[in-house]
Antibody, heavy 122, light 107 residues
Framework: QVQLQESGPGLVKPSQTLSLTCTVS??????????WTWIRQPAGKGLEWIGR???????NYNPSLNSRVSISVDTSKNQFSLRLTSVTAADTAVYYC??????????????WGQGILVTVSS | DIQMAQSPSSLSASVGDRVTITCRAS??????LSWYQQKPGKAPQVLIY???TLQSGVPSRFRGSGAGTDFTLTISSLQPEDFATYYC?????????FGQGTRLEIK
């Protein structure tokens, strides 16, 4: 059974960098078929795709965050990570990591981590 | 970005009802459409991908259809555990985008 678990600080100060890690068990992050994805959800609101990484080093980011975000995959630890710089209160959200399947161009997310609430506040 | 518009935003129904949720894309996305169910305090779970393929383990009362710009999720006979929020998601192009969600409540 594949499981993903987010970890990192639950409180980040404005202008600082948000750093989260997703630990994968039951699967390997260097499986070529998958992208490893971050998605966030502000309280009471919808889902926003942040971006994805592949063990090859390939990444794609949401242009709304492009200049502030980076995703990396660490095959030695079977983890992938998110860095979001210069955070503001608007970055307060539950952050989810997820495995992204891709079949004939269709991408979907399964499974997801349980989510981690990150609050940006001084 | 491709915009995904779901309707209705909320819906009240009873156990045993048949319900339909609609998702419309701002441009054609072929069948690059997935549906998720999210319960309060939990992560979303995929129900359907490629517009109409049922994810393993998902009950057959869930059905997806559509192609191009218009898609539907139908639940044939609502069960108590189906009351949740549902999201559509396109993967035709990045950024991947989601609909705003449809909250399904008990009448």
């Amino acid at each position: 059974q594949v499981q993903l678990q987010e970890s990192g600080p639950g409180l980040v100060k404005p202008s600082q960098t948000l750093s989260l890690t997703c630990t994968v068990s039951g699967d390997s992050v260097n499986t070529g078929s998958y992208y490893w994805t971050w998605i966030r959800q502000p309280a009471g609101k919808g889902l926003e795709w942040i971006g994805r990484g592949h063990f090859s080093g390939s990444t794609n980011y949401n242009p709304s965050l492009n200049s502030r975000v980076s995703i990396s995959v660490d095959t030695s630890k079977n983890q992938f990570s998110l860095r979001l710089t210069s955070v503001t209160a608007a970055d307060t959200a539950v952050y989810y990591c997820a495995r992204s399947f891709r079949v004939r161009g269709v991408n979907w997310f399964d499974p997801w981590g349980q989510g981690i609430l990150v609050t940006v506040s001084s | 970005d491709i915009q995904m518009a779901q309707s209705p935003s909320s819906l009240s129904a009873s156990v045993g009802d048949r319900v339909t949720i609609t998702c419309r894309a701002s441009q054609s996305i072929s069948n690059f459409l997935s549906w998720y169910q999210q319960k309060p305090g939990k992560a979303p779970q995929v129900l359907i991908y490629a517009a109409s393929t049922l994810q393993s383990g998902v009950p057959s009362r869930f059905r997806g259809s559509g192609a191009g710009t218009d898609f539907t999720l139908t639940i044939s006979s609502l069960q108590p555990e189906d009351f949740a929020t549902y999201y559509c998601q396109q993967s035709y192009s990045t950024p991947i985008t989601f609909g705003q969600g449809t909250r399904l409540e008990i009448k």
